[in-house]
């Protein structure tokens, strides 16, 4: 949107946008989810090479697994009660057997990841991200890092190497779903995930024979990107997208690496 105004008008006429474009993305960002979509128009800027690449096929399928997670991949709502949420959350606590009172739930999480798993590692920009709530991108590393405990538990390296690599492309999406500062927070919560997986697999002692190995490898190497968020060149400029930059390359980004040299190595 600002890329068009900016073409459209004149010089003067951007000298006199510029204040109402600034007040528009400070509102944007200042209402926060409130349980509504965000777009990437105004306030969706893509940084770094996390975002690029991607197929519009694949784009389109995280688009209808997104749309509808908060009915069918919400943890939440799978629950069905506050006992069974209880449990579900306390075998999350360890790599136990869980009861089986759980398995209904994690019938439903499996049938809300298969098709993600069916893309074999394929991402793409969402298409209409309008339709899409923000907490359904932040809510997914849940959905899918449970299937990859179960997995674990079960001694499926097939399932979690699948699952892995779905996670491994969740921040990816997520980035080119909201490029923003505020947005960027969400998008680092999911690459901790990937952390979370990947020593679940090891700590469980799974197996992984090469082709799984590379699958994961393949899947996690935009990681291997100088600034796969991008860079702020002017601190100044914002403070607190440049913190959130350092932090991930010093804080986040280094257990990860380390517990994929764990995995794959």
């Known amino acids: 949107m600002r890329h068009e105004l900016l073409q459209c008008s004149a010089a003067a006429s951007r000298v006199a946008l510029r204040p109402m474009l600034l007040l528009l993305t400070l509102l944007v960002v200042a209402c926060g989810d409130s349980g509504s979509s965000t777009s990437s128009s105004v306030e969706g800027e893509i940084f770094g090479t996390a975002a690029e690449g991607g197929t519009a096929q694949a784009g389109t399928a995280w688009q209808s697994s997104l749309e509808v997670w908060p009915r069918q991949g919400n943890l939440s709502i799978l629950y069905g009660s506050p006992r069974m949420q209880a449990e579900f959350e306390n075998w999350l606590r360890g790599l136990g057997t869980p009861g089986e009172e759980l398995t209904p739930v994690f019938v439903k999480i499996r049938e809300f990841n298969d098709p993600l798993i069916?893309?074999?590692?394929?991402?793409?920009?969402?298409?209409?991200?309008?339709?899409?709530?923000?907490?359904?991108?932040?809510?997914?590393?849940?959905?899918?890092?449970?299937?990859?405990?179960?997995?674990?538990?079960?001694?499926?390296?097939?399932?979690?190497?699948?699952?892995?690599?779905?996670?491994?492309?969740?921040?990816?999406v997520c980035h080119t779903f909201d490029g923003t500062t505020r947005g960027l927070l969400a998008t680092l919560g999911t690459c901790d995930a990937i952390g979370w997986g990947m020593r679940d697999m090891s700590t469980g002692g799974l197996e992984l024979d090469e082709g799984q190995k590379s699958r994961i490898r393949e899947a996690s190497s935009w990681l291997d990107a100088p600034a796969p968020f991008g860079t702020v060149d002017v601190p100044e400029d914002d403070p607190r997208r440049a913190e959130m930059l350092v932090q991930f390359r010093n804080q986040t980004l280094p257990p990860i690496m380390d517990a994929r040299v764990r995995l794959l190595d």
């Open 118 to 172: 069916a893309l074999d590692g394929g991402w793409g920009a969402l298409p209409e991200p309008d339709k899409v709530r923000s907490m359904s991108v932040r809510g997914m590393r849940k959905t899918l890092w449970s299937d990859l405990r179960l997995a674990v538990v079960e001694g499926d390296a097939d399932r979690a190497t699948d699952v892995m690599v779905v996670m491994c492309n969740l921040p990816r």
